[in-house]
C-alpha cells in the first residue's frame, strides 16, 4: 500500500519557538496533501489543502501566518508552526491522495506527530 | 461541518461477535465516504469506502451501508477480534479521496474476551 512518513514523530518546544513539520508521499506522487489537527479525543480537523506548486487553502478559522504551509514537491509538504504557544501543543496529521485509482482514489495518511508546547 | 466532541461513545463487544459502527454524515452533497480505523498515537488507518451511488459494499471481515435518506453510514465488523479495538472515524467528501475530508465524531471500539 501506499506510504506517507511524518517527521520528526513527536516534538517539544518552548513558547514563541517555530516548529516545521514534514510529510512525506514515499513510493507515489501526490498532487495534493492535506494537513489535519487533532486534539485528545476528538476527531480530526481539517487545517488546510497544499496543491504542489500553489499556494494551501486553508479552512475558516485557520490563521494563515501560523500555520505556514510549503509544498514544494510532488513527495513534500511542510507545516510550520511559526511562534508556537501552549494551546498548539496538538496532533498534527497529514495526508496525501493518490489519484488514478480504479475505485479507491483514497488519502494515505501519515503516522502523526505529537507537537508539546511548553 | 466539522465533527467535534469531548469524549467518544464507546462500543463494547465480546470477541468473535459481529460490530456495527454507526455515523451520521453531515452534507447530503457528499458523494464520497470512507471508514478508518486509528489506533492510540497513530494515523487513520483506510478500511472501507463507497460511493454515494452504492448502498452495501463488502471488504474483508467488514461491510459498509449507506443510507442516503437519512444520511446515515455504518460499518460491520464481523467476527470482531482484539485487534480490532481502536477509534473508528467515518468521513465523507463532496467528490472523492482527492477532495478534502469531513470527518465524523468517531467510535472507540473495545474488544474483550
Known amino acids: 500500500g501506499a506510504v506517507v512518513s511524518q517527521h520528526p514523530s513527536w516534538v517539544i518546544c518552548k513558547s514563541g519557538t517555530s516548529v516545521k513539520i514534514e510529510c512525506r508521499s514515499l513510493?507515489?506522487?501526490?498532487?495534493?496533501m492535506f494537513w489535519y489537527r487533532q486534539f485528545p479525543k476528538q476527531s480530526l480537523m481539517l487545517m488546510a489543502t497544499?496543491?504542489?506548486?500553489?499556494?494551501?487553502?486553508?479552512e475558516q478559522g485557520v490563521e494563515k501566518d501560523k500555520f505556514l504551509i510549503n509544498h514544494a514537491s510532488l513527495t513534500l509538504s511542510t507545516l510550520t508552526v511559526t511562534s508556537a504557544h501552549p494551546e498548539d501543543s496538538s496532533f498534527y496529521i497529514c495526508?496525501?491522495?493518490?489519484?488514478?485509482?480504479?475505485?479507491?482514489?483514497?488519502?494515505?495518511f501519515g503516522p502523526g506527530t505529537r507537537l508539546t508546547v511548553l | 461541518g466539522e465533527s467535534v466532541g469531548l469524549h467518544l461513545p464507546t462500543l463494547s463487544v465480546q470477541e468473535g461477535d459481529n460490530s456495527i459502527i454507526n455515523c451520521a454524515y453531515s452534507?447530503?452533497?457528499?458523494?464520497?465516504f470512507i471508514w478508518y480505523k486509528q489506533e492510540s498515537g497513530k494515523g487513520p488507518q483506510f478500511i472501507i469506502d463507497?460511493?454515494?451511488?452504492?448502498d452495501k459494499r463488502q471488504g474483508q471481515r467488514v461491510t459498509v451501508l449507506l443510507n442516503k435518506t437519512v444520511k446515515h453510514l455504518s460499518l460491520q465488523i464481523a467476527a470482531t477480534q482484539p485487534g480490532d479495538s481502536a477509534v473508528y472515524f467515518c468521513?465523507?467528501?463532496?467528490?472523492?479521496?482527492?477532495?478534502?475530508?469531513?470527518f465524523g465524531t468517531g467510535t472507540r471500539l473495545q474488544v474483550f474476551p
Open positions: 495526508s496525501a491522495s493518490r489519484p488514478g485509482l480504479a475505485f479507491s482514489d483514497t488519502q494515505y
Open positions: 463507497i460511493r454515494s451511488n452504492m
Open positions: 468521513a465523507e467528501s463532496l467528490t472523492g479521496g482527492t477532495d478534502k475530508l469531513i
Open positions: 497544499s496543491n504542489e506548486g500553489s499556494k494551501a487553502t486553508y
Open positions: 513510493d507515489f506522487q501526490a498532487t495534493t
Open positions: 452534507n447530503s452533497a457528499s458523494d464520497y
